[in-house]
């Protein structure tokens, strides 16, 4: 079955304190990954689009990177600014789109 | 530049009823794509469209259907509306596959 599946749901972290965010996906054909930013009571903020193994992308604090089976949204030294929810998206055969459930990131000052 | 305008921003509807909502992309996009996000289910995909033709769509039940103008706006329609349609629902609008900027959203309530 087509799956794209983020983990931890929720994470908090302090002030600075470096982390990772998983996203596995289990989909055959796969054309492209995608990470958004979503904020309470907005649409999603586009952040990275990585195609291939071994792509990375990076913006401020974020890195993002892929492997053949997930991929990584690096957070480095992070600030309150940067809470919200991460969300991670699949396109791949026939043009299909699968999202992940996000992660709720807090980042305490 | 204008972003991807949704409207309207909040509905209330009773169950039975249908609606209708609006998505204007943003000038030059020709593709627009619909969601909807429950806190259970997530962000999951209704349909896109792209030049007035309906490229792709989700697992979701006939009684929502979406067209497309000339202009790329877009419409999406709900009929005989049930409880679980509560949600928001969210519209995009893209260049190339993927980089979609999205609207901020109708949500959806249904009594």
């Known amino acids: 079955e087509d799956q794209v599946t983020q983990s931890p749901e929720a994470l908090r972290l302090q002030e600075g304190e470096s982390s990772s965010l998983n996203c596995s996906y289990t989909?055959?054909?796969?054309?492209?990954l995608f990470w958004y930013r979503q904020d309470p009571g907005k649409g999603p903020e586009f952040l990275f689009t990585?195609?291939?193994a071994g792509e990375e992308k990076e913006k401020e604090r974020l890195k993002a990177t892929l492997t053949k089976k997930e991929s990584f949204l690096h957070i480095t030294a992070p600030k309150p600014e940067d809470s919200a929810t991460y969300l991670c998206a699949v396109t791949f055969r026939d043009d299909k789109i699968i999202f992940g459930k996000g992660t709720r990131l807090h980042i305490l000052p | 530049k204008a972003g991807v305008t949704q409207t309207p921003r909040y509905l209330i509807k009773t169950r039975g009823q249908q609606v209708t909502l609006s998505c204007s992309p943003i000038?030059?996009?020709?593709?627009v794509s619909w969601y909807q996000q429950t806190p259970g289910q997530g962000l999951q995909f209704l349909f896109e469209y792209f030049s007035e033709t309906q490229r792709n769509k989700g697992n979701f039940p006939g009684r929502f259907s979406g067209r497309q103008f000339s202009n790329s706006r877009s419409e999406m329609n709900v009929s005989t509306l049930e409880l679980g349609d509560s949600a928001l629902y969210l519209c995009?609008?893209?260049?190339?596959?993927?980089?979609?900027?999205f609207g901020s959203g109708t949500r959806l309530t249904v009594v």
């Open positions: 989909v055959s054909g796969l054309r492209g």
């Open positions: 995009a609008s893209s260049l190339a596959l993927g980089g979609y900027t």
């Open positions: 000038s030059g996009h020709r593709s």
């Open positions: 990585l195609y291939s």
